[in-house]
C-alpha cells in the first residue's frame, strides 16, 4: 500500500482528498470483494452497465475512475464522460449530449468501450432516468454507462434491470485509520493514534470527510490530538458523552446532567449533541442488550422532537433522566 | 406549380422522415464498426453525423440516397396521391448536387450506407434457421465487448422465458391485427390497433415481440426518441429554426409510417424485406418502446392527442401499434411519497393528474384513459419470470457457453446449481438482471483461475475445462465463500434477513440471570448486519416486517416486536418533513429500533447446536430449517394504491361505478367511490346491475373487476399500505408462486434436476 501514499503530484494547492486519490484500484481502500469484481472486470475489459451504491465518501466514484483507467488507458479522455449532479441532466442532456457522445467515434482498443459516468445518478429525474432506458440498449456495442448512487433504490427498475449493481459498504474504522497514517507520513504531519481515531470516530466511515478533517486539523494546529480534531470539527467531545452515558447507566442524574450542561454551555446546538449521543451509543459496547435498545429508542424520540424544532436543554435533560430511569429499580421512580 | 410543389414539399417531409429513421437507426452500426481497427478513424464523426443528418433533413439529397429515393418514389407512389413524385424528386436532387467535396465524403463513408453490412453481427434479427442448434453462436464463451443479455437473447421461442398461454396471446393478437390490416372491412377487425404491453422490467416484453414479429414475418418500425438539433441550430445558419418538438415528430413518424411503410429502410428488417417480396409490404407494425418524456405534463398530452388520433385511423391500409410500457417505481419514491404526505395525506383529496412528475408508471399513466379504454386498445400483462424459468434461462446460457448444445446430457455442479439458484431467486423476476449477475459472478471466477494470459483468457480455458468435463461449473463467490471468508462486504437480501429473523444466539456459557433476558450473545450483531445489507434500510425494514411473524413463537414476543416496528415507524416515516440533513439519521434509528427489538425480543432463539429449536420450525417450513420468505406487500399495495388513484380521476370508472347505486349522485367523491365502494360493490351489486355496467363500458368494467380481483382473494378489500395477520399466518395460503422468494441454507441437493 505503500505506493498509494505518494501523492499524484507535488502540487501544493491541491487539497488532500483530492492529492491522494487512488488511480489504480488496488488502493481503493476496502470494501474488498466490490473492488475485486471490479478488478476482474478491469482484467477482462468486457464492462457491464454498472450502478455503484453506497454511502457519501467511500470511494464509489474513485472507483469506477480507476477502472476507467485502467480499461481506456491513455485514451480515457476521450473516450469518457463523466456527468455528475451539478451538470446539467436533464431529459434533453440524456437525449442529445449522452447520444451524441455514443455516437462519437473513438480509436480504442478491441474489447473496449466508451464509458459514461454519471455521478450521484440518484438525483436524475425519473423522466431522465426513463430516457436512458433505451440509449443504454441500442448504443451497448459501443458505450457502456456507469452510475454511481447513494440510495440505488432512487433508480428505476428499468435501468436496474440493466446494469450489474455492486454495492459498497461503510469503510471499517481501521481502514480509515491506516490511509490517514498513510498520509500523515506522506505530509510529514505530527499525530497522535489518539488524534487520528478520533479523525476517524468524527468521520463515521466516511473517507473524505476523514481526509479533509485531518488537512484542516494539520493545517490548524500541525498537531493531530483529539483535542484539536474536535475543535477544528467542531463536535461535543465523544468522551463527555461517553461519560454521560456512563453516568446514566449507573443511574446517577447529577452527573450525566452536569456532563449535558457542559455540552450546551460550550455552544454546541441540541441537534449537534444529540447526532454525537446517538454515534457514541452506537459503539458504546458497555451496555446489555436490553438497555442499549432502550438507550436508542429514547434517543431516537427525542432527537425527533429536536429536529420538529424542540432545540431546547430541557429536551436532552430529558432524555438523560429517562436514560438514567432504565437503570434504577421500578419502584425509584415512584413518589411516595 | 402550386400543386405539385405541395405535394412535392410533403414527398420530402415524408423521404426525409424515413432516412432520419433509417440513419438514427444505422448510428449504432456505425459504431460498431469501431472495434475493426482497419477502419479509417474520425473523432470529428459526431459534428458529421449531424451535419449529415442536417444535409438529409434539409434538402433530402444525398447523393448516394438517390437511389433509395428512387426506390421510395415507386413504392410510395402506389399507394398515396403522388403520381409524378418519383421524377420530380430526382430533378430536385440532381439540381442540389452542387454540392461540396464535403458530402462526397460522406458517400464515400462505407459506414454511412444505410444497407448494414452483411458481416455485421445482427443482435435485432432472429435468424430462422437459428433454432434447432443453440451451436449457432459461432464462439461460444467469447463475449468480447457484448452484454450477455443482449448476446445470449433467446432466439426461439421455446427459449423464451415466458408462459407459452402468453405468448400465444400476443401473437394471436399479432395475427389479428395484421390479418385486419391487410384485408381489414371484416367484422370487429377495425379493434386491433394498439397492444400493450406491460410488465415489470426484464419480463421479456420487448423480446417477445421482437421474437414474434420474426416469426410472423412482420416488420418491425421502431419508433426512438430523435436527437434534438440544438447545436446544429447554432451552428449552421442557415437552418431554418426546424424546432419540432419530439411529439409532433412523433405524429410525423406515425403519419409517415404508415404511408411510406413499403420503404424497407429498418435496417433490422432490411433482411426479410428481401425475403419477403413486395408481396407482404403490408405486413408491419409499430413498436413504441422508447416513451416520450411523458412525465412532462405537456408533452403527455400531446402524445395522448397523437395516439388518439392514431387509433381513429381505419385499420385497414394502416398498422398496428405495439407500445411497451416497462411498470417502474422507484422505492425512494414509494417511501418519500408515504411520509412525506404521511397521515394527512392519505386521508386529503390531491389531485394526482395535475401532478407533474409522476412517480409510478405503468399504462394508465402512460396511455391515454380514452384509448386506452376504448375497444381499439388491448392490454397483456406480463408477470415477472418465475425462479425456475429464470434458472432455466442461465443454464441454456451456460450450456451455450460451455458448447454443449445438448439439453439433456448436461449436468451441472452442485456449485452451479447453487449459485444459478441463488442468482434466481435474488433477481425477482427480472431476467435481464439475473443473466449480468451470472456474467458478472463467472467472470468473478475466471479470475480464479491462476490466468497467465491477459483478458480473456480464462474464459476460453474455462471453456476448455468445462467442455472436457462435460459440465460446467462456477465457483460463485456465493457459495464457495460464506465459510472461509469472515467478511463479505454485503450480505445478500436472504441471508441477511435469515440472520435477522432467525436471530441465533451462542448458547450462554454460564446462566447469568440478572434480567432474566440474558440468554447469550447473537450470533449476528444487528450493527453489522445493517451495515452489509443490499437493499437500503428503510426496505429491509419492510422486509422483516413482513416476515417475523413466521418467526414468532408466541403472543408476546409478536407483541413486543409488533412494539418495536411500530415505534420504528413513526421515527423514520413520522411525518418528519424538514429533516433535511437527519433524514438519514432517521432511517437509521428505524431500522436499528426494528431490528434490534425484533431479536431482542425473541424469546425462542435458535441456538446454534441446539437441533430441537429447529424441528419446531421445522413442521412448518420443512426439514433443514428452510424458510419462505416474503416479499413487502407495500410495493404492490402502492403501485395497485396509485392505479386505483388513477381511476378516481377517470370520468369513465367513476360513472361506471356511480351508475346503478346512485352514489354519485349522492355526494360521493370520486375517491370514496373507487377506494372505499368499488371493492365492495363487486362484491354485493345484483347481477342486473354488472350486467348493465358491462354493457355500458365493457372495458371500463373490466378493467375495475381486474383492480379487485388483484390479490383480492387473499388480502379482500384493504387497501393500506402493509397487511399482515398475527395468528394465523402460519395457516395462510402460500403466496402465488411466482410472488415466493425462497430461502435454503443447505438445499443443495433438492435443486437438481
Given at each position: 500500500m505503500s505506493s498509494a501514499a505518494k501523492p499524484l503530484s507535488s502540487d501544493n494547492s491541491l487539497p488532500w482528498v483530492e492529492k491522494y486519490r487512488p488511480v489504480v484500484l488496488k488502493d481503493v481502500v476496502g470494501n474488498q470483494e466490490t473492488v475485486d469484481r471490479l478488478n476482474v472486470i478491469a482484467m477482462c475489459g468486457n464492462?457491464?452497465?454498472?450502478?455503484?451504491?453506497?454511502?457519501?465518501?467511500?470511494?464509489?466514484?474513485?472507483?469506477?475512475?480507476?477502472?476507467?483507467?485502467?480499461?481506456?488507458?491513455?485514451?480515457?479522455?476521450?473516450?469518457?464522460?463523466?456527468?455528475?449532479?451539478?451538470?446539467?441532466?436533464?431529459?434533453?442532456?440524456?437525449?442529445?449530449?449522452?447520444?451524441?457522445?455514443?455516437?462519437?467515434?473513438?480509436?480504442?482498443?478491441?474489447?473496449?468501450?466508451?464509458?459514461?459516468?454519471?455521478?450521484?445518478?440518484?438525483?436524475?429525474?425519473?423522466?431522465?432516468?426513463?430516457?436512458?432506458?433505451?440509449?443504454?440498449?441500442?448504443?451497448?456495442?459501443?458505450?457502456?454507462?456507469?452510475?454511481?448512487?447513494?440510495?440505488?433504490?432512487k433508480i428505476i427498475e428499468p435501468i436496474q434491470s440493466r446494469c450489474a449493481i455492486l454495492r459498497y459498504g461503510k469503510l471499517q474504522n481501521e481502514q480509515v485509520l491506516h490511509r490517514l497514517v498513510e498520509i500523515c507520513r506522506a505530509e510529514d504531519v505530527k499525530y497522535t493514534p489518539e488524534g487520528l481515531e478520533a479523525i476517524a470516530f468524527s468521520a463515521d466511515g466516511d473517507m473524505r470527510q476523514a481526509v479533509n478533517n485531518l488537512q484542516s486539523t494539520a493545517s490548524g494546529f500541525g498537531l493531530i490530538t483529539p483535542d484539536n480534531v474536535f475543535r477544528v470539527c467542531d463536535q461535543p467531545h465523544p468522551v463527555v458523552i461517553r461519560k454521560m452515558l456512563e453516568s446514566c447507566g449507573r443511574g446517577e442524574v447529577d452527573d450525566a446532567v452536569a456532563c449535558i450542561s457542559v455540552l450546551w454551555t460550550q455552544g454546541y446546538s441540541a441537534v449537534d449533541i444529540i447526532t454525537s449521543v446517538f454515534r457514541v451509543v452506537k459503539v458504546y459496547d458497555d451496555l446489555d442488550e436490553d438497555k442499549k435498545l432502550k438507550f436508542i429508542r429514547e434517543i431516537g424520540i427525542t432527537h425527533m422532537r429536536i429536529v420538529d424544532g424542540l432545540q431546547t436543554l430541557v429536551q436532552l435533560q430529558g432524555l438523560v433522566a429517562r436514560l438514567c430511569k432504565f437503570a434504577l429499580p421500578e419502584t425509584a421512580a415512584l413518589i411516595a | 406549380m402550386p400543386p405539385k410543389t405541395r405535394s412535392n414539399a410533403r414527398y420530402k417531409a415524408a423521404a426525409d422522415d424515413v432516412v432520419n429513421i433509417s440513419s438514427r437507426e444505422t448510428t449504432p452500426t456505425k459504431d460498431g464498426s469501431e472495434v475493426d481497427p482497419g477502419l479509417d478513424i474520425d473523432l470529428e464523426i459526431d459534428s458529421d453525423l449531424e451535419a449529415f443528418m442536417e444535409e438529409f433533413s434539409q434538402q433530402s439529397s444525398i447523393a448516394h440516397s438517390k437511389a433509395l429515393i428512387d426506390k421510395a418514389g415507386e413504392i410510395s407512389s402506389s399507394p398515396a396521391s403522388l403520381p409524378d413524385s418519383s421524377q420530380r424528386i430526382s430533378n430536385s436532387s440532381q439540381n442540389s448536387l452542387q454540392s461540396s467535396t464535403r458530402r462526397r465524403a460522406l458517400t464515400d463513408r462505407p459506414k454511412f450506407k444505410v444497407v448494414r453490412p452483411a458481416s455485421q453481427p445482427q443482435l435485432q434479427?432472429?435468424?430462422?434457421?437459428?433454432?434447432?442448434?443453440?451451436?449457432?453462436?459461432?464462439?461460444?464463451?467469447?463475449?468480447?465487448?457484448?452484454?450477455?443479455?443482449?448476446?445470449?437473447?433467446?432466439?426461439?421461442?421455446?427459449?423464451?422465458?415466458?408462459?407459452?398461454?402468453?405468448?400465444?396471446?400476443?401473437?394471436?393478437?399479432?395475427?389479428?391485427?395484421?390479418?385486419?390490416?391487410?384485408?381489414?372491412?371484416?367484422?370487429?377487425?377495425?379493434?386491433?390497433?394498439?397492444?400493450?404491453?406491460?410488465?415489470?422490467?426484464?419480463?421479456?416484453?420487448?423480446?417477445?415481440?421482437?421474437?414474434?414479429?420474426?416469426?410472423?414475418?412482420?416488420?418491425?418500425?421502431?419508433?426512438?426518441?430523435?436527437?434534438?438539433?440544438?447545436?446544429?441550430?447554432?451552428?449552421?445558419?442557415?437552418?431554418?429554426?426546424?424546432?419540432?418538438?419530439?411529439?409532433?415528430?412523433?405524429?410525423?413518424?406515425?403519419?409517415?409510417a404508415e404511408r411510406y411503410s413499403g420503404l424497407a429502410l429498418q435496417p433490422s428488417s432490411e433482411a426479410e424485406a428481401r425475403r419477403t417480396s413486395t408481396l407482404d409490404q403490408k405486413r408491419q407494425i409499430i413498436l413504441v418502446d422508447d416513451l416520450p418524456n411523458v412525465s412532462h405534463r405537456d408533452t403527455r398530452e400531446s402524445f395522448r392527442d397523437a395516439l388518439l388520433r392514431f387509433s381513429a385511423v381505419p385499420a385497414q391500409n394502416s398498422f398496428p401499434m405495439v407500445i411497451i410500457v416497462t411498470e417502474s417505481i422507484t422505492s425512494q419514491q414509494a417511501f418519500g411519497d408515504e411520509s412525506a404526505g404521511g397521515m394527512g395525506r392519505r386521508f386529503r383529496e390531491t389531485d394526482t393528474a395535475a401532478n407533474s412528475d409522476i412517480a409510478v408508471w405503468s399504462a394508465i399513466d402512460v396511455i391515454p384513459s380514452a384509448v386506452y379504454n376504448s375497444r381499439f386498445c388491448q392490454s397483456i400483462k406480463f408477470n415477472p419470470v418465475a425462479p425456475t424459468i429464470v434458472a432455466k434461462g442461465l443454464k441454456r446460457i451456460l450450456q451455450i457457453r460451455s458448447g454443449l448444445g445438448d439439453q439433456k446430457t448436461t449436468k451441472f455442479s452442485p456449485a452451479t446449481t447453487a449459485a444459478i439458484k441463488a442468482i434466481s431467486d435474488e433477481c425477482q423476476g427480472d431476467l435481464r438482471s439475473a443473466v449480468t449477475m451470472l456474467q458478472l459472478s463467472l467472470a468473478s471466477y475466471s479470475n480464479a483461475i491462476p490466468?497467465?494470459?491477459?483478458?480473456?483468457?480464462?474464459?476460453?480455458?474455462?471453456?476448455?475445462?468445462?467442455?472436457?468435463?462435460?459440465?460446467?461449473?462456477?465457483?460463485?463467490?456465493?457459495?464457495?465463500?460464506?465459510?472461509?471468508?469472515?467478511?463479505?462486504?454485503?450480505?445478500?437480501?436472504?441471508?441477511?434477513?435469515?440472520?435477522?429473523?432467525?436471530?441465533?444466539?451462542?448458547?450462554?456459557?454460564?446462566?447469568?440471570?440478572?434480567?432474566?433476558?440474558?440468554?447469550?450473545?447473537?450470533?449476528?450483531?444487528?450493527?453489522?448486519?445493517?451495515?452489509?445489507?443490499?437493499?437500503?434500510?428503510?426496505?429491509?425494514?419492510?422486509?422483516?416486517?413482513?416476515?417475523?411473524?413466521?418467526?414468532?413463537?408466541?403472543?408476546?414476543?409478536?407483541?413486543?416486536?409488533?412494539?418495536?416496528?411500530?415505534?420504528?415507524?413513526?421515527?423514520?416515516?413520522?411525518g418528519h418533513r424538514n429533516l433535511g440533513a437527519a433524514a438519514g439519521v432517521a432511517g437509521a434509528y428505524g431500522a436499528l429500533l426494528a431490528v434490534r427489538g425484533y431479536m431482542h425480543y425473541k424469546a425462542h432463539p435458535h441456538l446454534t447446536g441446539n437441533e430441537d429449536s429447529t424441528t419446531r420450525m421445522g413442521s412448518q417450513h420443512g426439514r433443514g430449517g428452510m424458510a419462505m420468505f416474503r416479499k413487502p406487500q407495500f410495493f404492490d399495495f402502492y403501485k395497485?394504491?396509485?392505479?386505483?388513484?388513477?381511476?378516481?380521476?377517470?370520468?369513465?370508472?367513476?360513472?361506471?361505478?356511480?351508475?346503478?347505486?346512485?352514489?354519485?349522485?349522492?355526494?360521493?367523491?370520486?375517491?370514496?367511490?373507487?377506494?372505499?365502494?368499488?371493492?365492495?360493490?363487486?362484491?354485493?351489486?345484483?347481477?342486473?346491475?354488472?350486467?348493465?355496467?358491462?354493457?355500458?363500458?365493457?372495458?371500463?368494467?373490466?378493467?375495475?373487476?381486474?383492480?379487485?380481483?388483484?390479490?383480492?382473494?387473499?388480502?379482500?378489500?384493504?387497501l393500506g399500505a402493509s397487511h399482515y395477520a398475527l395468528g394465523p399466518a402460519h395457516l395462510t395460503l402460500p403466496p402465488v408462486p411466482e410472488e415466493k422468494l425462497v430461502l435454503s441454507d443447505d438445499d443443495i441437493e433438492e435443486f437438481s434436476d
Open positions: 464492462m457491464p452497465n454498472l450502478i455503484l451504491a453506497g454511502a457519501p465518501g467511500i470511494g464509489k466514484t474513485t472507483s469506477i475512475l480507476c477502472l476507467a483507467h485502467a480499461l481506456l488507458g491513455p485514451t480515457f479522455k476521450e473516450a469518457v464522460l463523466e456527468l455528475n449532479a451539478s451538470d446539467d441532466r436533464g431529459i434533453d442532456v440524456v437525449r442529445n449530449r449522452i447520444k451524441m457522445f455514443a455516437q462519437k467515434k473513438v480509436n480504442l482498443p478491441a474489447g473496449r468501450h466508451k464509458i459514461i459516468i454519471l455521478d450521484e445518478a440518484d438525483s436524475m429525474t425519473p423522466g431522465a432516468q426513463q430516457a436512458l432506458r433505451r440509449t443504454m440498449e441500442i448504443y451497448s456495442n459501443t458505450t457502456r454507462f456507469a452510475l454511481a448512487c447513494n440510495l440505488s433504490g | 434479427l432472429q435468424k430462422p434457421e437459428a433454432p434447432a442448434k443453440v451451436n449457432s453462436f459461432e464462439d461460444g464463451a467469447d463475449d468480447r465487448g457484448e452484454l450477455w443479455w443482449q448476446r445470449y437473447e433467446p432466439r426461439t421461442l421455446a427459449d423464451l422465458a415466458l408462459h407459452t398461454l402468453k405468448a400465444g396471446q400476443v401473437r394471436g393478437w399479432l395475427e389479428m391485427a395484421v390479418d385486419a390490416s391487410i384485408n381489414g372491412n371484416k367484422q370487429g377487425s377495425g379493434c386491433f390497433r394498439i397492444l400493450v404491453l406491460e410488465g415489470p422490467a426484464g419480463a421479456c416484453k420487448s423480446t417477445c415481440v421482437r421474437m414474434l414479429a420474426h416469426e410472423l414475418g412482420l416488420n418491425i418500425v421502431e419508433w426512438i426518441n430523435p436527437l434534438a438539433n440544438r447545436t446544429s441550430a447554432a451552428s449552421q445558419p442557415d437552418s431554418d429554426g426546424d424546432e419540432v418538438g419530439v411529439v409532433r415528430q412523433f405524429e410525423h413518424f406515425l403519419a409517415h490466468a497467465s494470459s491477459k483478458r480473456g483468457g480464462g474464459n476460453t480455458e474455462k471453456r476448455k475445462r468445462g467442455a472436457a468435463a462435460n459440465s460446467v461449473c462456477i465457483g460463485d463467490k456465493r457459495g464457495s465463500t460464506n465459510a472461509g471468508e469472515p467478511r463479505r462486504v454485503s450480505l445478500d437480501l436472504f441471508h441477511a434477513l435469515g440472520k435477522v429473523l432467525y436471530a441465533k444466539r451462542e448458547v450462554p456459557n454460564a446462566p447469568n440471570d440478572n434480567s432474566g433476558l440474558a440468554r447469550g450473545r447473537l450470533e449476528s450483531h444487528p450493527d453489522e448486519v445493517l451495515d452489509k445489507t443490499p437493499v437500503d434500510l428503510s426496505t429491509f425494514g419492510l422486509y422483516v416486517h413482513e416476515n417475523y411473524t413466521d418467526f414468532c413463537t408466541s403472543i408476546d414476543e409478536a407483541a413486543q416486536s409488533a412494539d418495536c416496528f411500530s415505534e420504528a415507524d413513526s421515527l423514520s416515516s413520522g395497485r394504491r396509485a392505479a386505483l388513484a388513477r381511476m378516481w380521476d377517470d370520468p369513465a370508472a367513476s360513472e361506471v361505478l356511480g351508475f346503478g347505486n346512485g352514489l354519485l349522485s349522492a355526494g360521493a367523491t370520486p375517491r370514496v367511490l373507487v377506494q372505499d365502494i368499488l371493492p365492495f360493490w363487486v362484491k354485493i351489486a345484483s347481477k342486473r346491475e354488472m350486467t348493465l355496467a358491462q354493457q355500458r363500458n365493457p372495458s371500463v368494467y373490466q378493467r375495475l373487476i381486474e383492480l379487485v380481483a388483484v390479490g383480492g382473494h387473499k388480502n379482500g378489500p384493504q
